[in-house]
């Protein structure tokens, strides 16, 4: 199901700047325990032994918002390497996107079912939007298993609908960090993600004396040390909620958030450990 | 990297060489007459967008390389919106305002998003404040998303009749916008 092992250091490129090579092994540390992690509990049969539905239901989100925080984060850093902060900022608020859903449908097992059952509706709706993707009988046959399905779970159907926003999920997992982390993880990235207004002061510069237009092709206010410390940040805490809801060795992680302390307290001009969610030892929440 | 990849990163690059090209172009354009402030504001969205279809582009085209497929198609998705706003902001007179009333709202929604933190201190709030007046008084937009389109709004308005189609429940799409916006 995974390609974790597939090669993706490129090797021809080099940074020797202290402070980029202490938060680029950082990042690298956190997406390694990230990958070790979910290689562990997929290839472990944890599956098998979990009987509950809803636990099911929740471990499959595991993997797959797992997985998509690991892409992401791990390309993020690759494109550290090569001075190109935008993507890597657009790249980790889809990680954050990941984080608090997984964080949301913990805290709600019963939503996390209905979602994972209502999967044939979520397939019918990208389906129906997109009739040209698809052969004509694929489109048909996909079509007849829905109204089959549909008919048989009409309850399912109408949950699917019911979907849950994104910001309402984001304020009640991040509790009283939703102030300050909402606007730092979500909204500015935003603004490059969507091209809003305000970026237009991160591409250029005018100098109104004389007309002269300075362009930033790789960001006026965004930079890699930062990226990198924000990658290292949320796959930590990421490391540390899956490591708590499934009761694994947590020594990676402890080790992993020593190891963020001390480096961002050296480096981290920019990003100070802090951390995005609430903290708790509670399984259903994330970890001290 | 096989043949197929190494075929659709040289194809990317060379694109992005061409859009470098142009963006220089419109970088060193001097107006032989003094422009109307929507024609200027207009430019520089164009300088904007090029600018980050650039950037986000080169990131995309690095991580072919890697097979960062999940992470090239939510790249993608970004770069699909900044080429729609480009070509609907210049579409007509309509879209051109429109893009001025956007441009208007860069010091609001900055003064707005910064002023909502409660890091900000006083003495800074009353500096933002200032500055977001004097903007207001220069004629910037009070209201953060002056002039804004959905991206369905924007690639509906842009797409051929044709290529207009209804869904079940009577909403419009396209397959363009579907499965380079709403998949990924």
Redesign the interface.
Same mark, same amino acid.
């Given at each position: 199901m995974h390609?974790f092992d597939?090669?993706?250091i490129?090797t021809h490129i080099e940074n020797d700047d202290p402070v980029f090579v202490a938060l680029y092994d950082l990042a690298s540390h956190a997406v390694d325990v990230l990958q070790d992690l979910l290689k562990h509990l997929w290839e472990g049969n944890w599956y098998a032994k979990i009987e509950e539905p809803e636990q099911r239901a929740l471990f499959k989100f595991v993997g797959i918002h797992g997985t998509?925080a690991w892409?992401?984060s791990?390309?993020?850093k690759?494109?550290a390497l090569?001075g190109?902060p #935008?993507? !890597?900022n657009?790249?980790m608020r889809?990680t954050f996107e990941y984080s608090v859903r997984l964080r949301y449908l913990h805290k709600h097992p019963d939503y996390a079912r209905q979602q994972m059952d209502a999967l044939p509706a979520a397939i019918q709706r990208?389906v129906?939007?997109?009739?040209?993707?698809f052969s004509p009988e694929t489109v048909e046959k996909l079509a007849d298993s829905y109204t089959e399905w549909e008919r048989d779970h009409p309850d399912l159907a109408k949950a699917y609908k019911d979907e849950v926003k994104f910001a309402p999920m984001a304020r009640e997992v991040m509790g009283e960090h939703y102030?300050?982390e909402w606007?730092k993880w979500y909204?500015?990235p935003s603004i490059?993600?969507?091209?809003?207004?305000?970026?237009?002061?991160?591409?250029?510069q005018?100098d109104d004396e004389n007309?002269i237009?300075t362009?930033?092709?790789?960001?006026r206010h965004l930079n890699v040390y930062f990226e990198l410390g924000k990658i290292a940040s949320i796959v930590t805490e990421l490391v540390g909620f899956i490591t708590i809801q499934y009761q694994v060795n947590a020594r990676p992680y402890v080790e992993l958030d020593e190891k963020l302390g001390k480096v961002l307290e050296q480096y981290g001009f920019a990003v100070k450990k802090h951390r995005i969610f609430p903290a708790s030892a509670e399984p259903g929440t994330s970890p001290t | 990297m096989n043949d197929e990849k190494a075929k659709h990163k040289a194809s990317l690059e060379e694109m992005l060489c061409l859009l470098e090209q142009t963006?220089e172009a419109v #970088?060193l354009y001097?107006p032989k007459a003094p422009e109307a402030r929507r024609d200027i504001a207009l430019r520089?969205?164009a !300088?904007?967008?090029g600018?980050?279809m650039?950037?986000?582009g #080169?990131?995309?085209s #690095?991580?072919i390389?890697?097979?960062?497929v999940?992470?090239v198609m939510?790249?993608g998705r970004?770069m699909y919106?900044?080429c729609l706003?480009t070509r609907y902001f210049f579409k007509d007179n309509q879209t051109r305002r429109l893009a001025f009333d956007?441009?208007m709202?860069?010091v609001t929604?900055?003064v707005q998003?910064l002023r909502?933190?409660?890091?900000i201190t006083d003495d800074i709030d009353a500096k933002l404040a200032a500055s977001y007046d004097a903007w207001l008084a220069a004629g910037g937009k009070e209201d953060p998303y002056s002039g804004k389109r959905a991206a369905t709004t924007m690639a509906l308005a842009l797409a051929k009749p044709n290529e207009i189609?209804k869904?079940?429940s009577g909403d419009s799409?396209s397959?363009q916008l579907?499965?380079s916006y709403?998949?990924p």
């Open positions: 390609d597939k090669p993706r490129i998509l892409e992401a791990a390309a993020a690759e494109l090569d190109l #935008r993507a !890597m657009i790249l889809s990208e129906k939007s997109a009739t040209k993707a102030n300050t606007w909204s500015l490059i993600a969507h091209s809003k207004p305000l970026a237009i002061s991160d591409t250029i005018i007309g237009v362009l930033f092709p790789n960001s | 963006l #970088r001097k520089r969205w !300088m904007t967008l600018a980050l650039l950037n986000v #080169r990131s995309a #690095r991580l390389e890697t097979d960062d999940v992470s939510i790249l970004s919106e900044y706003k956007q441009f709202t860069i929604s900055f998003g909502r933190l409660p890091t189609l869904d079940n799409y397959h579907t499965t709403h998949i």
